[in-house]
Structures are given as structure tokens and as C-alpha cells.
């Protein structure tokens, strides 16, 4: 009975010992580390101060932070870059691509201090004659027409559908074609068409692959 009694008492000193030594060990780490991870942080996106905080459907159009030949069009709460039809420009008051003489874009246009040269004032020639100064009183031919005229039923429907709401930008569905679509910017249209092969989808409000649902 005494040899039992000796034999469980080393056994409990041995126990004890053991876990103290494993406690040892295991605190270490979480002293050094301060007992805590950090936790990971979301990566930035490069569109993250575009608000896309929209209803469904309502469509904005916002200016290229770099690029005056592009926007940005919110999908699902995310900003997707598009381009803007070839020789046009994303007018940033009007909401859409017009012409460049049209549109109020600023985007990459911001010169650093390094690059400003001055020029010395005795460089510059001093024109006083009258036929060295052009005359700018006239307008140019493409300022006289307006990006859109109203010339046959399309393009009236479409100026219809605009002036519902003159005061928004937003993006419909054309009534006369599947294959198209209207941006009204302020009560002004823009009629846009889809590639070929794809029609426009009112329910996303994009030109998706197949051809017109009848």
C-alpha cells in the first residue's frame, strides 16, 4: 500500500512538471507577438472614390480620373472603364461622350511645377500689326449644328423619351430598336447601338450577346 502511495505521488509530480514546462514554451509566442494577429486589410480598388451607391435601376456615368476618351459605368455597385466613340470626349456637366469642342473635360490635363518654363520676357516678339492677329469673331462651321437634329421619327421618340425627365441622366431602352439604346443627358438623347450580334437588356441596362427577344 505505502509502495502505491509512493508510486502515485511521483506520477502527479511528474504530470505537474510536464504541464508546467509545455506552459513554458506555448506562452512565449503570444508574448512575443502581443497575444494578437492584425488582421488583414481590404485592398484599395482603383476606382474606390467613385460612388456607386445607386438604385437598380438608375444609370450614372462618371469622368476617367485620367483619360478624357473614357468614363466609368457602375455595374452591381462597381465602377466598369468604357470607352467613348472614336472622336468623342466624356463631357463631365453633361454626363456623356460628345464632341471635343463640346465637352468640358480636364482629365490628365494637370501640369507639375517642374515642367512650367519661363521665358524670358525680351524673347517674346511684341505683334502689333493688324494682319498678324487673326480674326476670331467667327464661329466655326461645326458650332453652328447641334450633335442631334430631330429629323425623322427615331430621333422625335427619342427626344420624347428624354424630355419624361429632363432634369436627370440615365439610360433607356430605344422603342424603335432592340439592337439600341438612348443616353438622355438633361433632356438631350444620344442614341447608341449595340455590337453586332447583341441586343440591349432594359433589366441590366447593357448590350448582351444574342439576338432580340420578339
Excluded at 503570444?30 to 481590404?42: H, I, L, M, T, V
Excluded at 428624354?162 to 441622366?169: E, I
Aim: net charge negative; proline share 8%; charged share 20%.
Amino acid at each position: 500500500m505505502m509502495m502505491t502511495m509512493k508510486i502515485f505521488c511521483v506520477l502527479a509530480f511528474v504530470a505537474t512538471s510536464a504541464f508546467a514546462w509545455i506552459g513554458e514554451f506555448s506562452e512565449e509566442p503570444a508574448q512575443a507577438n502581443g497575444g494578437w494577429k492584425e488582421p488583414s486589410r481590404p485592398a484599395i480598388g482603383r476606382y474606390s472614390s467613385v460612388d456607386c451607391s445607386i438604385p437598380a435601376n438608375q444609370v450614372i456615368l462618371h469622368p476617367h480620373p485620367t483619360s478624357c476618351t473614357k468614363y466609368l459605368q457602375c455595374n452591381h455597385g462597381s465602377p466598369l472603364e468604357r470607352p467613348c466613340a472614336p472622336g468623342t470626349e466624356f463631357s463631365p456637366s453633361i454626363g456623356v461622350c460628345v464632341h471635343p469642342w463640346q465637352s468640358d473635360c480636364t482629365a490628365g490635363q494637370e501640369v507639375e511645377e517642374e515642367d512650367v518654363v519661363e521665358v524670358p520676357e525680351d524673347s517674346v516678339e511684341d505683334v502689333t500689326e493688324a494682319d498678324d492677329v487673326e480674326d476670331a469673331t467667327e464661329l466655326p462651321e461645326a458650332l453652328e449644328a447641334p450633335l442631334l437634329k430631330p429629323i425623322g421619327g427615331r430621333e422625335r421618340r427619342a427626344f420624347s423619351l428624354c424630355a419624361q425627365n429632363p432634369s436627370r441622366v440615365f439610360i433607356a431602352a430605344d422603342p424603335t430598336d432592340c439592337a439600341s439604346y438612348v443616353i438622355c443627358a438633361v433632356g438631350f438623347p444620344v442614341l447608341k447601338s449595340c455590337a453586332r450580334g447583341q441586343h440591349f437588356e432594359g433589366a441590366s441596362l447593357q448590350c448582351e450577346a444574342g439576338a432580340c427577344q420578339s
